[in-house]
């Protein structure tokens, strides 16, 4: 049994799945030929209204025409339309174009009380896999020992703009997280998790601050963290069913295309600096994620001493989860060089996420501040380590 927000028992619901296939008209036909400005003074045509295209439309050639109203030139200005590979219409949440953004009110955070420990926990509401994304945002304290689940994934590409709903208001999120959304939402009840884009106001500074140094906490109290790496492609769903059965059926390395299990522990999100900590810090096994399949990091970790040489990303964040969980701290150095291969949208974030993970001595030397630059913070950093190590190698 799973317990809702409202502390009432409900059965475990399966989250939802996307249709099979969606079928829409041709949004981007090409228009009828923009009138002649001959033919739009003709006295006996005087009773017929004139077509006229925008300017940047009615004069170029049909080919450029074209261009300037392909998929790729609209997703400029309405989101993306079309699936990168499939190039059929997208399915979106709700009408992203301009007219219908204006009548959309933002979403005004409530201030958190740091004093009581408070963090939001966003309350996904029910719903099919096609309904338009409704969610609302609470406030909690960690003394209330309230279940959640905690979300760990990468922003992605934050020009492709999406709209879900809180309350009667609207946040903006990247693609890749309301695609996450779609697929974790329950079909008849609710769910709690913390999702950093949402969770934590984004413009806060002096939140943001100190939201970052209770990620640790936050990761460490969710009930599971949900590692979302993403949506299928080709292979993943034959890779994750055969490692969710690896500790109930006799599976083994030679069962599995490689191409398709090395493409799918080398996906971006492998890359992300902040999955080092979310990833180490579980109670529990986090559970791997590829669109409507999942199964626990731990089956991962079987296959991988398999591996005799070029380990895919993946497998540097499992080890280091290992390293963790014997060791409870790590050397801020040794979590810099264990990490270097990774990204970060914020430079700062290469070092305050690796915070968490390391010892109370440097956590307490390097306080997060985003008000101060990438420059300024490398210099913290590395004369904190020659005073404290006396160690040049850094």
């Not at 006295?43 to 261009?67: D, F, G, M, N, Q």
């Not at 390293?323 to 305050?352: G, V, W």
Request: charged share 25%.
């Amino acid at each position: 049994m799973e317990t809702t927000t409202d502390g009432h028992d409900a059965e475990i619901d399966a989250p939802c799945t996307p249709p099979a296939q969606v079928i829409h008209s041709d949004p981007f036909r090409e228009p009828p030929r923009a009138p002649k400005p001959s033919e739009r003074f003709r006295p006996k045509e005087a009773l017929i209204p004139s077509i006229h295209w925008p300017e940047e439309l009615s004069s170029v050639t049909p080919t450029k025409r074209r261009k300037l109203i392909s998929p790729d030139s609209a997703e400029n200005r309405f989101g993306p339309l079309l699936d990168d590979k499939s190039k059929r219409p997208r399915l979106q949440s709700a009408p992203q174009g301009p007219l219908d953004l204006l009548n959309r009110v933002s979403y005004r955070y409530t201030p958190l009380d740091f004093s009581k420990s408070q963090i939001r926990l966003l309350v996904l509401n029910a719903g099919s896999f096609e309904d338009e994304i409704s969610c609302r945002l609470q406030h909690f304290s960690f003394d209330s020992n309230v279940s959640f689940d905690a979300l760990s994934y990468t922003w992605g590409d934050r020009s492709s703009a999406r709209y879900i709903r809180i309350g009667d208001s609207y946040l903006q999120v990247t693609s890749n997280l309301e695609a996450a959304l779609r697929h974790l939402r329950l079909r008849s009840s609710s769910r709690t998790i913390w999702i950093d884009a949402l969770c934590i106001d984004q413009q806060n500074v002096q939140e943001r601050n100190h939201q970052v140094q209770e990620m640790k906490r936050v990761y460490g109290s969710a009930r599971r963290v949900l590692a979302w790496t993403g949506v299928a492609q080709v292979g993943s769903d034959q890779v994750m069913s055969k490692m969710g059965a690896v500790f109930t059926k006799n599976v083994e390395v030679s069962h599995f295309n490689m191409l398709s299990l090395y493409a799918l522990t080398s996906r971006s999100y492998w890359s992300r600096i902040w999955v080092a900590q979310e990833i180490a810090v579980a109670n529990k096994a986090p559970l791997i994620i590829a669109g409507t399949q999942s199964a626990p990091c731990s089956a991962f970790n079987m296959f991988f001493s398999e591996f005799r040489a070029g380990l895919p990303p993946m497998a540097s964040f499992l080890a280091l989860r290992d390293r963790f969980r014997n060791e409870r701290e790590i050397d801020l150095a040794s979590l810099l060089f264990l990490t270097a291969h990774t990204q970060a949208t914020d430079p700062r974030d290469k070092i305050y996420a690796l915070l968490g993970l390391a010892r109370e001595v440097d956590r307490d030397a390097i306080i997060p501040d985003y008000s101060k630059n990438f420059e300024h913070v490398c210099k913290e950093v590395v004369r904190h380590l020659v005073r404290h190590d006396r160690n040049l190698k850094i």
